[in-house]
């Protein structure tokens, strides 16, 4: 983890929003949505991942949030979201997903 990652997740706030992973060369890789966005983008970080995650993590240059009033309005931002960017990792972790 870079320090820029490490002074940004202390800057995370508790709101509900989307958070967009993002490479070195500046490519949305992954974008996800949380109740709270300093908790669910700091476990990206701070606890071990495995397999696709783990992947994914090691891509990570630095992240972006969009703050939003509810659960409700981050989960269609970030349909939205990934419709119109098509992250990566958004694509293999929905397909390594068994129904």
Partial sequence: MNERIKEDINLLP??????Q???DNGE???IGKAKNLKKRVSQYFLR?????TQAMVSHVNH???IITKSEKE???????LIQKYLP??????KDDKHY
Wanted: proline share 6%; glycine share 6%.
């Fill in 14 to 19: 508790n709101n509900p929003g989307c958070y």
């Fill in 21 to 23: 992973m993002i490479s």
């Fill in 28 to 30: 949305i890789i992954y």
């Fill in 48 to 52: 071990p991942q495995t397999g696709k």
């Fill in 63 to 65: 992240f972006e949030i």
């Fill in 74 to 80: 981050a989960f269609i931002l970030e349909m939205n």
């Fill in 88 to 93: 990566r990792y958004n694509i293999l972790l």
